[in-house]
């Protein structure tokens, strides 16, 4: 077995009075220009190394399955026979980047019956971090999954934090992209705090989104531009690669193996319990002893909760050997290879790009390998 069935409650009695404590804070207002003081970044027109990118350099290829509803993720209290259920699943391409916000409005949405045990469903960065949330609120939490890190989706995220690729534009309520808005900002400075501390994996990296035509002006960055700090916009000519348009700005890169194990470890260390088992319905989740759960299955909630509104949009990274010289990532379509992005992991450089909507498909596509490989090469050439 890669795992426990039954972690131990570990002894740490939790002081908070019970849920009447999880409330919705404000996101703390800081100062981005003194966060990035003390950051390790290069202004955005420092030159760049040029990737490494070969066949030989490719570490490993993996493949995920992005839980995308096209209404947008699904944040919703509801009850399920006697018990009370949050659902909290839903989030695309950009789970990662908002667990913090939604875990916050998740648990904000509990109701304790009078019962400090609460059930969490699921055990990626959604669950761990709504799972921490509701220990803080002084709950006990016992989290449900058929598997953990590091055999999460979650794990096979960039992970780069920019909450994107959340919705269909024309599907999304205006009460979604205020939940997102609102939970981008509480997300974004929760895991500003642990940026450069090497035992959660997080650190600022210098980003570039790149395009053979001006930049959309549309769409605002989800959460307000003061997330995005340094941001650069609509940018024309001398950007990377030779690209004639370009934004720019500094965001954290998030490396899921070291942080849900950080994650992992912070929610045992407070007593939290992890169970595996496999829900293959609603009733399986009925049968739970707790009253009160929260459901951060990702795309399993489709099956359990019979949702037909969430499909999976799969991915596939490869992973370069790392480079010390590489700080900076980018995405961009580009003629002949397509969308590609790449994110520089201290742990290595991983290359990016697929996007396949309603593809259940978790075998490696190696053409997509090759596209990748060579598609950043190209770009490596014209650094
Ligand atoms: C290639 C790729 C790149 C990505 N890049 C980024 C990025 O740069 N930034 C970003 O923010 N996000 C990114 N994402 C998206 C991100 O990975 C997801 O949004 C996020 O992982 C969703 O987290 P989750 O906890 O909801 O789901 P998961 O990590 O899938 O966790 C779901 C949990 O539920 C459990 N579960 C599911 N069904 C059942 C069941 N029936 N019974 C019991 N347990 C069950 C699973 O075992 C697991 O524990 C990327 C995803 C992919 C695939």
């Known amino acids: 077995m890669r795992r426990r069935d039954v ?66 993720p699904r944040l919703e209290a509801v009850k399920l026979g006697n018990k009370h259920v949050v659902h909290n699943y839903g989030h695309g391409g950009g789970g990662v980047s908002l667990s913090w916000g939604v875990a ?39 989290i449900y999954a058929a598997e953990f890190p590091p055999y999460t989706t979650s794990n096979v995220a960039g992970a780069m934090w920019n909450p994107v690729s959340l919705f269909e534009r024309d599907q999304v309520s205006p009460e979604t992209l205020d939940m997102l808005h609102q939970a981008s900002r509480i997300a974004f400075y929760r895991f500003v705090r ?18 053979r035509r001006p930049m959309s002006t549309l769409y605002p960055y989800m959460g307000g531009d003061d997330l995005y700090p340094g941001l650069v916009r609509n940018r024309s000519g001398g950007g990377p690669f030779g690209s004639p348009h370009w934004d720019g700005y500094y965001t954290l890169m998030i490396d899921p193996d070291i942080y849900l194990r950080a994650l992992v470890n912070d929610f045992r260390g407070a007593g939290g319990q992890m169970v595996e088992r496999t ?87 190696q053409s997509e390998v090759e596209r990748m490989v060579n598609g950043h090469a190209m770009l490596a050439a014209r650094v």
């Open 194 to 211: 642990y940026a450069n501390d090497p035992r959660y994996g997080v650190y600022w990296i210098r980003q570039y989104s790149l395009s």
């Open 104 to 142: 916050e409005l998740a648990a904000a949405m509990v109701k304790p019956h009078g019962q400090r045990d609460i059930a969490v469903l699921g055990c990626g960065a959604i669950g761990l971090s709504t799972a921490l949330e509701l220990q803080r609120a002084g709950a006990n939490v016992t």
């Open 279 to 365: 829900f293959e319905s609603q009733d399986d989740v009925a049968r739970l002893t707790e009253a009160s759960i929260v459901n951060c299955l990702g795309l399993g909630a489709g099956k359990v909760f019979e949702d037909e509104e969430i499909i999976p949009a799969r991915g596939q990274l490869s992973v370069l050997l790392p480079q010390s010289d590489i700080d900076y990532g980018y995405v961009g379509r580009f003629a002949d290879h397509g969308l590609l992005y790449s994110f520089p992991r201290k742990t290595g450089i991983l290359l990016g790009g697929s996007v396949g909507k309603g593809d259940w498909n978790l075998e490696v596509d």
């Open 7 to 72: 972690l131990l409650r570990g002894g740490a009695a939790l002081s908070l009075g019970g849920l009447a404590n999880c409330t919705t804070s404000p996101a703390p207002q800081q100062t981005i220009p003194s966060m990035l003081q003390s950051a390790p970044v290069l202004p955005l027109d420092a030159p760049m190394a040029p990737i490494r990118s070969s066949f030989d350099r490719v570490t490993r290829t993996i493949v995920g399955l992005r839980p995308f509803r096209k209404p947008g």
